[in-house]
């Protein structure tokens, strides 16, 4: 990813609310299908860490990334943003610019 596209999906993130909130149980497997369904159905998401949560948002973020195979856009405070774009590309809704 370029950071144009990063940039751009930044910009959408900025006005989304999260979607899940991550608490003190932190990346559960049950959490993880969660992300992975938001997913597939929204591309992008913003996740919100509350403050009983163990694991740092940083951490967090490059677990669920990884188990989920996507890209983490961005870790502010207690926020992840995160995107995979849709399998089929007649199925996406964000278009990244070049």
């Not at 959408?12 to 299908?33: D, F, H, N, Y």
């Not at 998401?45 to 188990?67: M, S």
């Not at 989920?68 to 990244?96: C, D, F, M, W």
Request: glycine share 6%; charged share 25%.
């Amino acid at each position: 990813m370029t950071s144009k596209q990063r940039a751009y999906l930044k910009g959408l993130a900025m006005t989304m609310e999260p979607v899940l909130q991550i608490g003190k149980s932190g990346a559960t497997p049950e959490l993880t299908s969660a992300v992975a369904e938001a997913l597939e159905a929204r591309e992008l998401i913003k996740l919100g860490v509350l403050k009983n949560c163990i694991d740092g948002a940083n951490e967090l973020a490059a677990v669920l990334a990884e188990r989920t195979h996507s890209q983490v856009v961005q870790v502010i405070g207690k926020k992840i943003v995160l995107y995979k774009p849709a399998r089929e590309e007649k199925n996406r809704k964000i278009v990244l610019p070049r």
